[in-house]
């Protein structure tokens, strides 16, 4: 098992471009997140989808939209990215154990953006 | 959820317990302690978690006090590969379950040749 996979590790961009980060879980999870990790900081929620076909926002939204493609795949699009945006991207996903094991995430890897 | 706060950072020589403490004073009765580790540039790593009893796993264990307002993350023979940012995470059950989690600043262990 691969847990959870992200692409692209490393991207630069420019101020005012568009691109999107990929993640994909093959554990079956039902439920994935994004999050974003600034230097010297704890992570914030970006946004989560609980279960296939549905999404909601986190704490810091503005920005980013999210797709989720199916139970496998969730992605994070910046329609027009901005320096405020630096930082590492960490997706993560939770499967379908009950009682206290529900607040279990697996991260993936990350992707390190920078905008210039 | 119940807020933590821990130690900025902490040093421990290699082959030693490592211990690291959180206090949670505000924990509710629904709440668990949840213990996650990030090693450098890598994504969170899930360690622990317990309620009221002492927990023990191949990681680590953790001990929580019987008023549960404060607990301590034990890594028994430390390496270095232990080295990482350790985060407390106090987060009840929720009725879906898909609440985020929230890092704080964690703890930097750094394990010491």
């Known amino acids: 098992n691969a847990g959870v996979t992200q692409t692209p590790k490393f991207q630069v961009l420019k101020t005012g471009q568009s691109m999107t980060l990929q993640c994909a879980q093959d554990m079956n999870h039902n439920s994935m997140y994004w999050y974003r990790q600034d230097p010297g900081m704890g992570l914030r929620l970006i946004y989560y989808?609980?279960?296939?076909?549905?999404?909601d926002k986190g704490e810091v939204p503005n920005g980013y939209n999210v797709s989720r493609l199916n139970k496998r795949e969730f992605s994070l699009r910046l329609e027009s990215a901005a320096p405020s945006q630096t930082s590492v991207y960490f997706c993560?996903?939770?499967?379908?154990?009950?009682?206290?094991?529900?607040?279990?995430?697996?991260f993936g890897a990350g992707t390190r953006l920078s905008v210039l | 959820d119940a807020k933590t706060t821990q130690p900025p950072s902490m040093d421990c020589a290699e082959g030693r317990a490592a211990n690291l403490p959180c206090n949670h004073s505000?924990?509710?009765?629904?709440?668990?302690v949840y213990w996650y580790r990030q090693i450098h540039s890598q994504g969170p790593q899930y360690i622990i978690h317990?309620?009221?009893n002492n927990e023990t796993n191949e990681m680590a264990s953790l001990i929580i006090t019987e008023d549960r307002k404060s607990s301590t993350l034990i890594l028994p023979h430390a390496t270095l590969r232990d080295t990482a940012v350790y985060y407390c995470?106090?987060?009840?059950?929720?009725?879906?379950?898909?609440?985020?989690?929230?890092f704080g600043t964690g703890t930097r262990l750094t394990i010491i040749p």
């Open positions: 995470i106090v987060r009840p059950l929720g009725r879906f379950g898909n609440e985020k989690l929230t």
């Open positions: 993560a996903s939770r499967g379908l154990a009950g009682g206290p094991a529900k607040n279990i995430q697996y």
């Open positions: 989808s609980a279960s296939e076909g549905t999404t």
């Open positions: 505000t924990i509710s009765g629904n709440e668990y």
């Open positions: 317990g309620l009221k």
